[in-house]
């Protein structure tokens, strides 16, 4: 038999032994982490706040970032916003003005958005805080979802002195217990409206970020006659809906050409907001928040970290004979700084799972009590055990460097 058939056997024998002085330094760090419980507990106790941490803060970000994001989907991202400010010489957009947005290509419609606050009589009751929104026909054939009982707005309802209205739940709770609000009326502002129609609370963000709250009664009217009741002689805010979303910035160039004419191109007197970059906003945010909450909770686990390695000197300082015994018996230094690191490594990761399951666990708690669906992030949890085991083998590897380099003689004089 030739050197050649040797060789095959040679390493394989080489790879048995390094496999059993794996399992072996595996096996004394396990006994050594048993062995000392209360200081392994305390010394991994930095690496599980800040795993936790880091699971918790960025789940919870991204349920809440995903909870607004279905919201601006509900709203449609085919839907523009038009703010319109004014200037000096023009307050505002009137009905020539809709037109002229209407004839916009790809623009399928529009509805003026009208919003203001009153009270409401009911039978002598009287409700102070009613919400008042102004909205078109076309609005309803957008939202048609939204309506519980009776039938939307029509075109035969669109004027200033057409007294319909639509109320929401808060509403019909309030006002109308035990009977069916649909053809009965409420007084507003003076005036009798009859009511055609239950919706939904709108728990919208667009209803959020104008400040409306859906826990508040509300009526919707025609715009014409929302105008009319809460003394606005201007347009201020439209949506405007478009026929085809993949187009959405060449139509808000197109938009915004209009506009600049409507408003004989003065400055900051409009602005053109689309869902598409409200959500690309949000996402940035998202990942930007990510980012720094990572970076945060990154601090605990270099905290952490230090620990693991006080922790390593202070074993090594006490394992000193055990050191020198060993290499007195021929073990190699590599072997001597292999058990450190693995230690280390398990103290790391050890601690990284049980922050794993306690970040879970909080950000499900914070789920359940803010009211949103939470979805472990798997982003998070690797981040978090891969950053925990950087750590182990990092802060681990100073104390089996110098664990490795003891002289046996010395090792074994030491008291």
């Given at each position: 038999m030739n050197k050649q058939q040797f060789k095959p056997k040679i390493n394989l024998r080489k790879n048995l032994i390094k496999g059993s002085m794996f399992r072996e330094c595996v096996n004394m760090s396990w006994q050594q982490i048993i062995n000392n419980r209360m200081r392994s507990f305390l010394t991994t106790l930095g690496i599980v706040?800040?795993?936790?941490?880091?699971?918790?803060?960025?789940?919870?970000?991204q349920g809440i970032t995903d909870a607004m994001l279905s919201q601006f989907d509900s709203l449609g991202t085919g839907t523009l916003t038009v703010s319109a400010t004014g200037s000096v010489l023009k307050n505002g957009l009137n009905d020539e003005d809709l037109d002229k947005?209407?004839?916009?290509?790809?623009?399928?419609?529009?509805?003026?958005?009208?919003?203001?606050?009153?009270s409401a009589v009911k039978d002598g009751i009287v409700i102070d805080t009613v919400n008042v929104k102004g909205k078109s026909?076309?609005?309803?054939?957008?939202?048609?979802?939204?309506?519980?009982?009776?039938?939307?707005?029509?075109?035969?309802?669109e004027?200033?002195?057409?007294?319909?209205?639509?109320?929401?739940?808060v509403m019909e709770e309030d006002a109308f217990i035990g009977t069916s609000p649909v053809g009965n009326t409420i007084i507003i502002g003076g005036h009798t409206y009859t009511i055609i129609g239950v919706m939904q609370n709108d728990d919208s963000i667009s209803s959020m970020m104008s400040g409306m709250d859906s826990n508040t009664a509300e009526v919707i009217v025609p715009y014409k006659n929302a105008m009319k009741l809460l003394g606005i002689g201007a347009l201020t805010r439209v949506e405007v809906y478009i026929s085809d979303p993949s187009k959405s910035e060449e139509i808000v160039t197109n938009l915004e050409a209009t506009l600049d004419e409507i408003f004989n191109y003065k400055e900051d007197a409009y602005t053109v907001t689309s869902m598409d970059s409200l959500i690309q906003t949000l996402q940035t945010m998202q990942?930007?928040?990510t980012a720094m909450l990572a970076g945060i909770a990154s601090i605990?686990?270099?905290?952490?970290?230090?620990?693991?390695?006080?922790m390593m000197l202070v074993s090594v300082s006490e394992r000193t004979k055990e050191i020198g015994l060993r290499k007195a018996l021929g073990a190699e230094p590599g072997q001597i700084q292999l058990q450190f690191v693995v230690e280390s490594i398990m103290l790391s990761v050890i601690g990284g799972i049980i922050g794993v399951i306690i970040g879970i666990g909080l950000s499900m708690i914070a789920g359940i009590l803010i009211g949103i669906t939470i979805t472990p992030s798997i982003f998070a949890?690797?981040?978090?055990?891969?950053?925990s085991a950087v750590v182990g083998i990092g802060f681990g590897w100073g104390p089996s460097k110098k664990a490795s380099s003891?002289?046996?003689?010395?090792a074994l004089r030491s008291e």
């Open positions: 706040i800040g795993i936790a941490s880091v699971i918790a803060l960025i789940t919870i970000v947005i209407a004839n916009v290509e790809y623009v399928s419609g529009y509805s003026p958005s009208i919003q203001g606050s009153t026909e076309t609005y309803f054939d957008m939202n048609s979802d939204t309506i519980l009982k009776g039938r939307p707005l029509t075109s035969l309802d004027g200033v002195n057409s007294y319909v209205c639509l109320i929401n739940e990942t930007m928040l605990s686990l270099v905290v952490g970290g230090i620990g693991i390695m006080n949890i690797v981040l978090g055990v891969g950053f003891l002289h046996p003689i010395d």
